[in-house]
């Protein structure tokens, strides 16, 4: 059985990936309201992962005895400058996931939940993929100049962007 404050943590940490889903999804809708397709489907891929980092402290959070808590997920921005801010803003986002994915750590580490802390160091080191592929698109959206063939050619790199399903998102 998980102890009370862990499975209040991952609870929250659910809704923080639930909102970074919806995040993405707006950012998606974003991209395609300004003709930007390839950028939409990097976003739409981004939305997608999201919601397996929720499924998977879901199943986790079942399989140690613990009981899933839905709360409303926050409202998100629906527009922004230019693609730079948009990809300036999911970096700074993952930033903080990343911060609060280290203080669930922590947790662990205080109350000697060793199972957690395994668990954990998947979105410890997914976390360092997160930041860094979207501060890859902000370097070089900042490297190309965001605008004219290189905003183009930028586009049709991140249209290849593909989602792989995880082999298995429930716990057995
Ligand atoms: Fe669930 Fe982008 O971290």
């Not at 395609?32 to 397709?37: Q, T, V």
């Not at 992962?49 to 980092?53: K, Y």
């Not at 160091?121 to 080191?125: D, G, I, K, L, S």
């Not at 050619?153 to 049709?156: A, G, H, P, S, T």
């Given at each position: 059985?998980?102890?009370e404050?862990?499975?209040?943590?991952i609870?929250?940490?659910?809704?923080?990936?639930?909102y970074?889903?919806?995040l993405?999804l707006?950012?998606t809708s974003f991209f395609?309201?300004?003709?930007?397709?390839g950028?939409?489907?990097?976003m739409?891929?981004q939305?997608q992962?999201?919601?397996?980092?929720a499924m998977k402290f879901?199943?986790?959070?079942?399989?140690?005895?613990?009981?899933?808590?839905?709360?409303?997920v926050?409202?998100?921005?629906t527009?922004w400058?230019s693609?730079?801010a948009?990809?300036?803003d999911?970096y700074k986002?993952?930033q903080?996931?990343?911060g609060?994915?280290?203080?669930?750590?922590d947790?662990?580490?205080?109350?000697?939940?060793h199972?957690?802390?395994?668990?954990l160091?998947?979105?410890?080191?997914e976390?360092?993929?997160?930041e860094?592929s979207?501060d890859?698109?902000?370097?070089k959206?900042r490297l190309?100049g965001?605008?004219?063939?290189a905003?183009f050619?930028?586009?049709?790199e991140?249209?290849?962007?593909?989602f792989t399903p995880p082999?298995?998102?429930r716990?057995?």
């Open positions: 059985m998980i102890h404050k862990m499975q209040q943590a609870n929250e940490q659910i809704n923080a990936e639930l970074s889903s919806y993405y707006s950012m395609y309201s300004i003709n930007l397709p950028f939409a489907n990097w739409r891929v939305t992962e999201e919601l397996v980092h879901y199943d986790y959070l079942a399989s140690r005895g613990g009981r899933v808590i839905l709360k409303p926050e409202g998100v921005p527009s400058e693609p730079l948009v990809f300036e999911a986002h993952e903080k996931v990343t609060l994915i280290n203080k669930l750590v947790l662990a580490i205080e109350i000697s939940d199972a957690t802390n395994t668990f160091q998947w979105f410890v080191n976390q360092v993929e997160e860094a979207a890859g698109v902000v370097q959206l190309m965001g605008q004219g063939s905003l050619m930028i586009d049709q991140l249209a290849t962007r593909m082999a298995k998102t716990a057995a």
